[in-house]
């Protein structure tokens, strides 16, 4: 059974500060991995993608991945009462079809 | 960017009803597409994956026959839910990838079965 785990949360952050959101997978063989963003009621919306080990930035947002660990984070800096949502961690099956696995998401809550 | 439409985007329907779900993808092709489920304060889970032209792959625990799926053309995949009841009640969504590996979801269809 292939996993992706997340903390469920909430995780509450002041508005100006640093969020961290963590994930684990358990297929050693996922290449690919995402992280997107749900508010109440809405579908997914992709933040980012990233597929080597090491960091890739966009913008307020930096994806952390570490193969060996099994282990990819977002972090949000400047955050902001906006960012307030789900966001959900995403890993490629590594069987192909392009199929993700979804972890549960976390609950972010920027407060001013 | 790429777009995938969805329609409708709420249902209200009696139990034992039939109700279709259609998924586009507005600006590019998309010879597989994907039907997720989503329920109140959950992750979403995978039903099936939708093929162009053949039969779709369903998931482990995901009633084919109630759920039937059609891709019948690169832009268009329709989820029916058949002989709906109560616990049909969710949140239905469809991705699509494009060429650039990024996948994009439908903004999703929330249907309840009375």
């Known amino acids: 059974q292939k996993e992706v785990e997340q903390n469920s949360g909430p995780l509450s952050v002041p508005e100006g500060a640093i969020a961290s959101l963590n994930c684990t997978y358990s297929?050693?063989?996922?290449?690919?991995f995402f992280w997107y963003r749900q508010y109440s009621g809405k579908s997914p919306e992709l933040i980012m993608s990233?597929?080597?080990?090491g960091d890739k930035e966009d913008g307020r947002f930096t994806a952390q991945l570490n193969k060996a660990s099994q282990y990819v984070s977002l972090l949000i800096r400047d955050s902001q009462p906006s960012d307030s949502a789900t966001y959900l961690c995403?890993?490629?099956?590594?069987?192909?079809?392009?199929?993700?696995?979804f972890g549960a998401g976390t609950r972010l809550a920027v407060h001013p | 960017g790429a777009v995938v439409s969805q329609h409708p985007s709420r249902v209200i329907c009696k139990s034992g009803t039939s109700v279709k779900i259609e998924c586009r993808s507005l600006?590019?092709?998309?010879?597989?597409m994907f039907w997720y489920r989503q329920f109140p304060k959950k992750s979403l889970m995978l039903m099936a994956t939708?093929?162009?032209?053949?039969?779709?792959?369903?998931e482990q625990g995901v009633e084919k026959d109630k759920f039937l799926i059609n891709h019948a053309s690169l832009t268009l995949s329709t989820l029916t839910v058949t002989s709906a009841h109560p616990e049909d009640s969710s949140f239905y969504i469809c991705?699509?990838?494009?060429?650039?590996?990024?996948?994009?979801f439908g903004p999703g269809t929330r249907l309840t079965v009375l």
């Open positions: 991705s699509a990838w494009t060429n650039t590996d990024t996948q994009y």
């Open positions: 297929d050693r063989g996922s290449q690919s």
């Open positions: 990233i597929y080597s080990n």
């Open positions: 995403a890993v490629g099956f590594s069987g192909g079809y392009n199929k993700l696995i």
């Open positions: 600006d590019f092709q998309a010879t597989t």
């Open positions: 939708s093929n162009e032209g053949s039969k779709a792959t369903y």
